[in-house]
């Protein structure tokens, strides 16, 4: 039997949960620019990671922006088209980052 190569996850700070938790219940930051509101699951920023690791760059996505394609492209099956229609990552998460300080400082 072949030992398992994949190391174990370090466990998330109480900072990090409070910022996915605050992430998604802002809902998918896509809909909120097309106005409307959308629950959201957590999209990791991979840029400057390895695949195998997870960022604490992270953006709130509905499952049609993030992976089903429900309208239109998703990230993962369209990456440039997508960020042409949408932003980039970089863009987006900067966006997210001013409307959790706007959340907290109110």
């Known amino acids: 039997m072949r030992a398992s190569t994949t190391l174990p996850m370090k466990a998330k700070s109480r900072k ?19 106005g409307v509101n959308s ?8 840029s400057g990671v390895g695949m195998g690791q997870r960022s604490n760059r992270i953006i709130g996505l509905c499952p049609a922006h993030h992976r089903t394609a429900g309208r239109g ?3 993962h099956s369209g990456k440039m088209t997508w960020q042409r229609n949408h932003g980039t990552e970089e ?3 900067a966006q997210t980052q001013e409307l959790l300080r706007a959340q907290t400082s109110a």
Do not use: D, K, Y
Request: with cysteine; charged share 20%.
């Open 16 to 34: 990090q949960r409070e910022l996915e938790t605050a992430t998604a219940a802002m809902g998918c930051i896509v809909c909120h620019n097309e």
């Open 39 to 46: 629950p959201a699951e957590l999209h990791h920023l991979r």
């Open 91 to 93: 863009e987006l998460w």
């Open 73 to 75: 492209v998703s990230f």
